[in-house]
T-cell receptor, first 114, second 115 residues
Framework: GNSVTQMEGPVTLSEEAFLTINCTYTATGYPSLFWYVQYPGEGLQLLLKATKADDKGSNKGFEATYRKETTSFHLEKGSVQVSDSAVYFCALNAGGTSYGKLTFGQGTILTVHP | EAGVVQSPRYKIIEKKQPVAFWCNPISGHNTLYWYLQNLGQGPELLIRYENEEAVDDSQLPKDRFSAERLKGVDSTLKIQPAELGDSAVYLC?????????????FGPGTRLTVL
């Protein structure tokens, strides 16, 4: 079946540090990949997405590249801010018979200190 | 544009009691999803509606859970009777299928505590 594995957290960084959150997946076919972010007390928000191999999704300084050869979609940001503190979820949409269904990883808590 | 609205935001009940959650999707969105999010885990799909039709309810525990989406707009998720293990956050999402990527927009969730 389809699955997503994220690096375990929590991740604690100082402001302006470099961020990497690892995400690998297992899926049949050619899934679309997503990163969602959940700020305290709010719903999940789509951060970025990629639909095919070698696509790079980017938004708000965050980037992730769809690597089919390593089945990975790692999230990166060059300089984090305190406001980036949130829970980050990697997810896939396998399409086909599971069209519409998102399969999520377990989430990674990020805390950024001033 | 208003986002996905859910109510209540928090609910505390005794075990064996019934409970219901309500969701109003983004206007015009034809597809509605209910997800279950346990503490420290990612959301898991319970049921997906396309308009009024439940097209994927394979993960919905049908012995105690039920859902409906009247007129293809609002939806209600019900648990009867609730068990201690049902304590979790129940998320509603909506999307406009047919636009290619099927981006889902999530509501803030209802946090259920069963005592």
């Amino acid at each position: 079946g389809n699955s997503v594995t994220q690096m375990e957290g929590p991740v604690t960084l100082s402001e302006e540090a470099f961020l990497t959150i690892n995400c690998t997946y297992t899926a049949t076919g050619y899934p679309s990949l997503f990163w969602y972010v959940q700020y305290p007390g709010e719903g999940l928000q789509l951060l970025l997405k990629a639909t095919k191999a070698d696509d790079k999704g980017s938004n708000k300084g965050f980037e992730a590249t769809y690597r089919k050869e390593t089945t990975s979609f790692h999230l990166e940001k060059g300089s984090v801010q305190v406001s980036d503190s949130a829970v980050y979820f990697c997810a896939l949409n396998a399409g086909g018979t599971s069209y519409g269904k998102l399969t999520f990883g377990q989430g990674t808590i990020l805390t950024v200190h001033p | 544009e208003a986002g996905v609205v859910q109510s209540p935001r928090y609910k505390i009940i005794e075990k064996k009691q019934p409970v219901a959650f309500w969701c109003n999707p983004i206007s015009g969105h034809n597809t509605l999803y209910w997800y279950l999010q346990n503490l420290g885990q990612g959301p898991e799909l319970l049921i997906r509606y396309e308009n009024e039709e439940a097209v994927d309810d394979s993960q919905l525990p049908k012995d105690r859970f039920s859902a409906e989406r009247l007129k293809g707009v609002d939806s209600t998720l019900k648990i009867q009777p609730a068990e201690l293990g049902d304590s979790a956050v129940y998320l509603c999402a909506s999307s406009l299928v047919g636009t290619g990527l099927n981006e889902q927009f999530f509501g803030p969730g209802t946090r259920l505590t069963v005592l």
